[in-house]
């Protein structure tokens, strides 16, 4: 199959009948470990996969913005700049507009531009290819406009377009790894301050992604049910998020909460400590005690926030049994379904693909999607 940047050229070519001027690419991510950590203020540890979403941009003279988009039949969306935008029914095209309106309203000077975009991040198996797909039109405007916005800024940008023109209330991790990730690495995000450390990902570890074939159907409800309980545990302990909560005050001030939200909150607490000594783990190649992290990370996910599945705890023991407690593997995402990550040694990357192979099937029957990924540059030319 002809990569993205080829389908994104041949595109321009087809529809615009002339060379794109620009090209732009932005990769999606997988995080390690801190699930539901990132609205609570707290750690995650993700890091960007080596796919990408690809912008090929040119000048315009006809509409202000003309864009195709490959991986939809090549779908096309025109509109012209101002207050005007508003969403259309047709979803990816909210992404395109989002980001041309967030970015005018934060005071940047766009120029009339055609655009066509090709991913070969899989769309929604929660690897974040809306995150790639924003983020890659966001810099290709800026770039054509003659600008380079601050990665940290777009990132922001990228978000607010999600959360107020698409209508996914998501937090800031997708965006900020997808512009600001670097070759070879993970990012420790505070999600309160923003601040990125890189954490050095060794040469000989693999990244294994495998998707259940499960998508929850109400995946929405529970993460706000969730977001709810969270917040209603913050406010029982009277902090401003359950991040300013330490393990021994959880426990100290328990008298009065529900069992329930007592436990979504343990799951959070025990969460941020997992990430930060996670990413220790990574950094002094302690892959034993990063493989130990990911185990209790995804049994406080079952268990305290309780948003696996059984199929999901099943895939993720198949990946997790081959490697011997020297690495390991946990679902990864908003839960319901979706994908499960594994951080192994290299040598063992081929018996935890015939582990799959053999003992795991999608509920249509499926072997599982399968991504072997190296950590992998953030957002810039393509
Ligand atoms: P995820 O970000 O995990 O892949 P989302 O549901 O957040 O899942 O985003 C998926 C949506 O983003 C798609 O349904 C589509 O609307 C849009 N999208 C992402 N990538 C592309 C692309 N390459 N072309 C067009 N639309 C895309
Ligand atoms: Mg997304």
């Given amino acids: 199959m002809q990569t993205a940047k080829a389908r994104a050229v041949a595109a321009f070519r087809r529809h615009f009948g002339t060379e794109p001027a620009m090209l732009f690419r932005a990769p999606g991510r997988v995080n390690l470990i801190g699930e539901h950590t990132d609205y609570n203020d707290g750690f995650v ?10 912008v090929a941009i040119g000048p315009s003279n006809d509409a202000d913005i003309s864009v195709v988009a490959c991986d939809v039949d090549d779908a096309r969306d025109q509109f012209a700049f101002g207050d005007t ?38 769309l929604g198996s929660g690897l974040s290819s809306s995150a790639a797909l924003t983020i890659a039109v966001g810099n290709a ?28 209330a998501c937090g800031i991790m997708d965006q900020l790894i997808s512009a600001r990730a670097a070759a070879g690495q993970a990012l ?6 923003l601040d990125c450390a890189p954490v050095a990902i060794p040469d ?41 909560l330490a393990e021994e005050q959880l426990l100290a001030g328990r008298a009065g909460l529900d069992e329930t939200s007592f436990r979504r909150a343990r799951h959070v607490v025990t969460e941020n400590a997992r990430t930060l000594a996670a990413a220790q783990a990574l950094e002094t190649g302690d892959m034993a005690r990063l493989g130990q992290l990911m185990a209790q990370s995804h049994a406080s996910m079952r268990d305290d926030f309780e948003i696996t599945v059984p199929a999901i705890d099943q895939l993720a023991a198949i990946m997790a049994t081959p490697l011997d407690a020297i690495g390991g593997a946990r679902m990864t995402g908003g839960g319901f379904g979706g994908c499960v ?42």
Wanted: some cysteine; hydrophobic content about 50%.
């Fill in 204 to 244: 000989d570890v693999a990244i294994i992604i495998a998707h259940s074939g499960i998508r929850h159907a109400n995946t929405d409800g529970a993460y706000n049910e969730r977001r709810r309980q969270c917040e209603a545990a913050a406010r029982h302990y009277g902090v401003a998020a359950l991040r300013d």
């Fill in 85 to 122: 935008i508003v969403p259309v029914a047709a979803g990816w095209a909210n992404y395109v507009r989002g980001i041309v309106k967030i970015m005018q309203d934060d005071g940047i000077a766009l120029v009339p531009a055609q655009l066509t975009i090709a991913a070969d991040v899989p």
């Fill in 141 to 168: 405007l800026a770039g054509i406009a003659g600008q380079a916005i601050d990665p940290t800024r777009m990132a922001l940008l990228a978000q607010r377009t999600e959360n107020l023109f698409v209508g996914c």
């Fill in 341 to 382: 990550v594994a951080v192994a040694p290299a040598s063992k990357v081929p018996a935890v693909l015939d582990a799959i192979a053999r003992d795991y099937r999608t509920p249509a029957g499926l072997p599982a999607d399968v991504f072997v990924c190296r950590p992998s540059a953030g957002a810039g030319l393509a």
């Fill in 188 to 193: 420790l995000i505070d999600c309160r301050s």
């Fill in 45 to 54: 540890l993700p890091c960007a996969i080596d796919r990408d979403a690809v």
